[in-house]
């Protein structure tokens, strides 16, 4: 069992920035893929961004130069620099640990662009 905690949503003005954390359980977070969905009022939960445990990243074309996963695996975290945010990246922000089969979710975290 992964326990995962989001933080760090709020409002922010378009073309703000905003950084998201999420904190992790478990002594083998190292070997954690960890990634960040977001899901819009109305809409479905779409990737947004993901880490692999070697550290590769990869990002949905939506977000691509804006977003910026990274990983502390002597913290257990995760986080999201968000950057030139849009309206549209209005969403709440899951965090997401893939170990193994398994698919673990924090319980999200809001984030509000809007002037």
């Known amino acids: 069992q992964v326990h995962l905690v989001e933080s760090g949503g709020g409002l922010v003005q378009p073309g703000g920035s905003l950084g998201l954390s999420c904190a992790a359980s478990g002594s083998e977070f190292r070997l954690y893929a960890m990634n960040w969905y977001r899901q819009a009022p109305g809409k479905q939960r779409e990737f947004v961004a993901g880490?692999?445990?070697?550290?590769?990243?990869n990002y949905a074309d939506s977000v691509k130069g804006r977003f910026t996963i990274s990983r502390d695996n002597a913290k257990n975290t995760v986080a999201l620099q968000i950057n030139s945010l849009k309206p549209e990246d209005t969403a709440v922000y899951y965090c997401n640990a893939a170990v193994g089969i398994y698919m673990y979710w924090g319980q999200g975290t809001q984030v509000t662009v809007s002037s």
């Open positions: 880490i692999t445990a070697g550290g590769t990243t």
